[in-house]
C-alpha cells in the first residue's frame, strides 16, 4: 500500500505543495506544529499561524538548491514561508542579497515582495520539530517530498547549497536517487566544503554540492558562522549554477 501522504508521482511543484501541506505522517510533528500554532508566543498572539507543513520557496525553474533542516516553531511554522519571520532567516535573507540570490535583505510575511532569482529553498523535514530536532524517522518519511522536489528541480538543477550536516546526511541518498553519482566513502560536511557530483545518466549536466554552517542562531550569535562566511558560499554556488 502506498503511503497517502508521500503522494510519488506529482507533476509539478505546484502540484507537490497543494499535497504536501495536507501531510499528517507524523503524529509528533503534526501535534507540535499545531500546539505551536494554538498557543503562540506572546509578540504575535495577535497573528494566525501557520500551523501545517511548509513547502518549498522559490522558482520551479532554479539552477540553485539551498536545503536547510526544518522550520522554526515561530517562524516559517508561523509564516508560511521558508526562513520568514524569525533572526535565522534575516541571516540567510542579508547574505543572498549580498550574493545576489534575493530581491532584498529581509523576509517577514508572505507578500513582503521578497522575490528569490535563480534559488530555491526547501528542507529536509517540513514540518516545525520540537527543540528543532526531527528524529531520523520523521526525516525518513519526509524523504518522499524531497525526492519529488529534486526530480521536478533537476532538469534545470546545477548547484545545491546545504546549510548543515543534518542536510547533508539527508540530501545524499536522495541525489542518488535523483540521477548523480555520489562518491564513496561519501563526502564528508563541512563549511565550505565542495564536490562535483557527475551524472549517473547520459545528457544530465554534473551537480555542484556545497557546504555551509547552518544560520541558526547558535552558529550566528557565537561568531561561528558570519554573513560574510554565508554569502562567500552562496556566492561559489550562484557562480557554479550560472547565475552570476
Given at each position: 500500500?502506498?503511503?497517502?501522504?508521500?503522494?510519488?508521482?506529482?507533476?509539478?511543484?505546484?502540484?507537490?505543495?497543494?499535497?504536501l501541506v495536507d501531510c499528517r505522517a507524523c503524529p509528533r510533528l503534526v501535534e507540535w506544529r499545531e500546539r505551536v500554532?494554538?498557543?503562540?508566543?506572546?509578540?504575535?498572539?495577535?497573528?494566525?499561524?501557520?500551523?501545517?507543513?511548509?513547502?518549498?520557496?522559490?522558482?520551479?525553474?532554479?539552477?540553485?538548491?539551498?536545503?536547510?533542516?526544518?522550520?522554526?516553531?515561530?517562524?516559517?511554522?508561523?509564516?508560511?514561508?521558508?526562513?520568514?519571520?524569525d533572526?535565522?532567516?534575516?541571516?540567510?535573507?542579508?547574505?543572498?542579497?549580498?550574493?545576489?540570490?534575493?530581491s532584498q535583505p529581509t523576509a517577514t510575511?508572505?507578500?513582503?515582495?521578497?522575490?528569490?532569482?535563480?534559488?530555491?529553498i526547501?528542507?529536509?523535514?517540513?514540518?516545525?520539530?520540537?527543540?528543532?530536532?526531527?528524529?531520523?524517522?520523521?526525516?525518513?518519511?519526509?524523504?518522499?517530498?524531497?525526492e519529488q522536489e529534486l526530480a521536478l528541480l533537476s532538469p534545470t538543477l546545477r548547484a545545491v547549497v546545504v546549510l548543515g550536516g543534518f542536510g547533508w546526511q539527508a540530501?545524499?541518498?536522495?541525489?542518488?536517487?535523483?540521477?548523480w553519482v555520489v562518491p564513496s566513502p561519501r563526502p564528508k560536511f563541512g563549511h565550505g566544503a565542495s564536490v562535483t557530483l557527475a551524472p549517473a545518466t547520459e545528457g544530465k549536466a554534473p551537480l555542484h554540492l556545497f557546504g555551509c554552517y547552518h544560520v541558526s542562531q547558535q552558529n550566528t550569535f557565537t561568531g561561528r558562522l558570519t554573513q560574510e562566511m554565508t554569502a562567500a558560499v552562496l556566492t561559489s554556488a550562484a557562480q557554479a549554477a550560472g547565475l552570476s
Open positions: 500500500m502506498i503511503d497517502p501522504w508521500r503522494r510519488p508521482g506529482a507533476s509539478t511543484l505546484a502540484v507537490m505543495d497543494e499535497l500554532a494554538r498557543e503562540k508566543r506572546a509578540a504575535f498572539r495577535d497573528e494566525e499561524y501557520w500551523g501545517r507543513p511548509v513547502p518549498g520557496f522559490g522558482p520551479t525553474d532554479a539552477a540553485l538548491l539551498i536545503v536547510g533542516l526544518a522550520p522554526a516553531a515561530h517562524g516559517a511554522n508561523r509564516t508560511g514561508r521558508m526562513f520568514t519571520g533572526r535565522s532567516g534575516d541571516f540567510l535573507y542579508a547574505a543572498m542579497y549580498e550574493a545576489g540570490l534575493a510575511h508572505i507578500g513582503d515582495g521578497l522575490e528569490l532569482f535563480g534559488t530555491r526547501t528542507s529536509p523535514v517540513h514540518c516545525a520539530p520540537p527543540a528543532n530536532k526531527p528524529t531520523v524517522t520523521e526525516r525518513d518519511t519526509c524523504r518522499g517530498w524531497l540530501l545524499l541518498p536522495v541525489l542518488t536517487a535523483a540521477g
